[in-house]
């Protein structure tokens, strides 16, 4: 059994096609560029089951990196119908305006959903829904998310089954935020949504990957996101296998972005699948 990352959104945070735009992006009949707010999940095979419990889990832990306001439609779409763990970048309302509709796990899989964040995050998130979080009697607690935040920093590895998680520091404009390193069977994935740069002391950590998925938000400049041109600078000096962009915006279409990025470079889809298989041993 392989890894596979679902890309559950590649749009920027109002979406695409927008509220009233008569672009022709957001008029496109191409499925790939209607553009969800950006997430991803990713699952791989679950360690083997230890007697006596754990007998009811899938056989694939599922994590998610971000919970965007679309996540219900996403999960539903995507065929995520469970979640281990979640993982979140940074509390802009687009990645975790979703929070709340994670309930729907929390009685599918029968308990709390445990996510990772940095300290800050955590706080914001704890103000946003601030009744997840108060100590009160709710009338049925199957209307109520049950998450538990845990508080992580850049480098700090985290084991989820057999894939170790690192997160990496990136900068989103001035305001620091995570991105993720997945380790699985010798194979790598860097997952950088919403970044304007990567700082240098990252980068050691951006070695050996499979996969690169980097902020391609458009071609004009913005304060808080990579133009594509840096995205390729990015990916050139990174030499993953392969890079995706994501988060990208109406400026452009799936197709024009398929003929202008360079070899190695490409726009991820909403409900793409990436796939590796464990690295052979023999
Ligand atoms: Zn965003
Ligand atoms: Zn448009
Ligand atoms: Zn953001």
Known sequence: MALELTFLGTGTSAGVPMIGCGCQVCQSQDPRDRRDRSSVVVRYPRPQKSAG????????????????????????RHGVDWLDTLMLTHAHADHVLGLDDLRRFNTVTGGPIEFFAEPEVIQAIRQMFSYIFK???????????????????????????????????????????????????????????D???IPHETLPQMQDLDVLVLDGLRQR????????????EFAEQIAAKQTYLTHIAHDHSHEELLE???DGVEPAYDGQVISLSPVSTV
């Open 53 to 76: 419990h754990d007998t009811d889990l899938p056989d694939r832990v599922t994590v998610m990196i971000d919970a965007s306001p679309e996540v219900r439609h996403q999960s539903i």
């Open 195 to 197: 970044c304007s740069t």
């Open 260 to 262: 202008r990025l360079p």
């Open 135 to 193: 100590d009160i009697h709710h009338y049925d607690n199957a209307y109520v998310a049950k998450l538990i935040p845990l508080p992580i920093g850049p480098g700090q590895v985290i084991d989820i089954g057999q894939a170790k998680w690192t997160p990496i520091r990136l900068m989103h404009g001035r305001l620091p935020i995570l991105g993720y390193r997945i380790d699985w069977q010798g194979r790598s994935i860097a997952y950088c949504t």
């Open 221 to 232: 400049h913005h304060p808080t996101h990579m133009t594509l041109d840096r995205a390729c």
